[in-house]
């Protein structure tokens, strides 16, 4: 069992208070008003999808094709080796643009227009870019406004493996 010094904990009493006193409620993410059609946004760092990411996103989800999970399956099929699921091809670049685009809060409205563009395979790294498509204030759901974005994921060669629009309701300012 791990105790704490009481002359430590006194110590740190001073900074916890100037943080607290310091700290102030930000909002994140951007709002309808930021989201102006032709706008593009280059989404953070990237991700590489490991074999790992791959086992474990296909048996969590119960995506049970053999061919993401199975090298003999995968090479019978064409493939070099096992293809990174779809699904989480998807999910990955569609996580990549969450900060900028709908962190801000609002409902998820939907996927249109996915296309799966090449095959994508473990220690590929994917990166994301979104244009503004539209955006138009909500009819029923006043302080809220509807932004569509087109949203491109490419691997590091800048080859392009995917794409979607997406549409959110996205909150106003004031």
């Known amino acids: 069992m791990t105790s704490i010094d009481p002359a430590a904990e006194t110590a740190v009493d001073p900074v916890v208070s100037r943080l607290k006193a310091n700290a102030q409620l930000r909002s994140r993410g951007n709002r309808y008003e930021d989201f102006e059609p032709g706008r593009l946004f280059e989404h953070h760092w ?25 090298e003999a399956v995968a090479r019978a099929n064409g493939h070099p080796g096992v293809p990174v699921n779809p699904l989480l091809v998807f999910n990955t670049v569609f996580g990549l643009s969450v900060e900028d685009l709908s962190e801000g809060g609002g409902p998820f409205l939907g996927v249109d227009e996915l296309a799966y563009l090449q095959p994508v395979y473990p220690g590929e790294t994917l990166y994301a870019t979104s244009e503004v498509v539209s955006r138009r204030p909500a009819s029923n759901r006043a302080g809220y406004g509807i932004v569509t974005w087109h949203t491109r994921g490419t691997n590091q060669q800048g080859d392009a493996v995917i794409e979607f629009k997406r549409s959110n309701l996205v909150r106003m300012r004031g």
């Open 46 to 70: 990237g991700r590489t999808v490991t074999a790992s990411d791959n086992t474990m996103f296909s048996v969590l989800t119960l995506q049970y094709n053999p061919q993401y999970t199975n």
